[in-house]
């Protein structure tokens, strides 16, 4: 359990590029060898890769929300009115988000 524990936090340190470089050559040495390692890598990767996508949907989801409460609001209030500057910058990075 240790060694798996151990694996994972070192791969985590290789996908964010904390590792040293010769801990990471040692690394990516035993990966050529070791296919259970590069199962965990590729299913920490895919992890990684999940929650960064849910991150960008939930960020555009409240950007979208706040906007239709406005917009339901300036309906209501017969004047029309600028999009907050919050929102214009939370949809800026949540498109930007996207893109990548």
Do not use: C, F, W
Request: proline share 1%.
């Amino acid at each position: 359990m240790d060694d798996l524990r151990h694996n994972e936090n070192l791969l985590i340190r290789y996908l964010d590029g904390e590792l040293p470089a010769e801990e990471k050559a040692m690394l990516e040495q035993r990966l050529q060898t070791d296919a259970a390692l590069q199962q965990q890598l590729e299913t920490l990767r895919v992890s990684i890769q999940a929650i960064r996508q849910y991150g960008a949907a939930q960020q555009v989801h409240h950007v979208h929300a706040e906007m239709m409460a406005e917009l339901k609001g300036a309906k209501q209030g017969g004047k029309v009115r600028t999009m907050n500057r919050s929102v214009r910058y939370a949809l800026a990075i949540a498109a930007s988000v996207l893109v990548v």
